[in-house]
């Protein structure tokens, strides 16, 4: 499977990307929303992991452009943030996200979202 990152912190792409090579992905790097936008027509992604505090364009504005675009409007898309504070999670689904794991991240949950939205993308 193709997965986009966009992630502004390096440590956190190197951890997502090498978590998700060991599970035989092929990753896509970006680091702020805009660039994963410019990339995701080339990559055409099977799955987007995108931090929500990002400079440029952060992860709501992206969603929100992705969501708009018909072409990509039903792409898998995951929140990979640090506001894991009451409410945030819906805050993040409400925008148009359709899973969410919490930094520091922890590769079971992260394992387990993405077999959630991995799964639910096959039987649509």
Known sequence: ????????????????????????????EAVHGQEALDMIGQVEPDLLILDIGMPVLDGFGAI?????????????????TAFAMRGDRDRVLQAGFDGYVSKPIDAAALTQEMDRLIGATRLA
Not at 1 to 12: P, R, T, Y
């Open 1 to 28: 499977m193709k997965i986009l990152i966009a992630e502004d912190s390096m440590v956190n792409r190197e951890l997502l990307r090498e978590l998700l090579e060991m599970r035989g992905h092929k990753v896509f």
């Open 64 to 80: 929100a452009k992705i969501r708009s675009d018909p072409q990509f409007k039903h792409l898998p898309a995951l929140a990979a």
